[in-house]
């Protein structure tokens, strides 16, 4: 359930800043099919492709992070 959340996160930020599937994953440096199963929720996204989507994204971790995520950090 956690991966969907990144996923479904990943895939809303990717569209609002116009990249395609195959540009994003490019600029990351994966392959499409591992950014599909990312995106779909079937594979949870290491620390260093959040580290590199965030920053290809051109806006902080933290507003990558899905918000009940944010809530978990802060109380922590």
């Known amino acids: 359930m956690e991966a969907e959340k990144w996923g479904r996160r990943i895939r809303a930020f990717r569209k609002l800043k116009g990249f395609t ?17 990312i995106e779909r929720g079937n594979r949870m996204p290491t620390e260093e492709f959040l580290h590199r ?3 290809l994204l051109n806006i902080n971790r933290e507003e990558l992070t899905p918000p009940e995520d944010h809530d978990r950090e802060d109380q922590s």
Do not use: P, R, Y
Not at 21 to 37: R, W
């Open 21 to 37: 599937q195959d540009g994003f994953a490019k600029g990351l440096g994966v392959s499409v099919s591992i950014l599909g199963e």
């Open 53 to 55: 989507a965030a920053h």
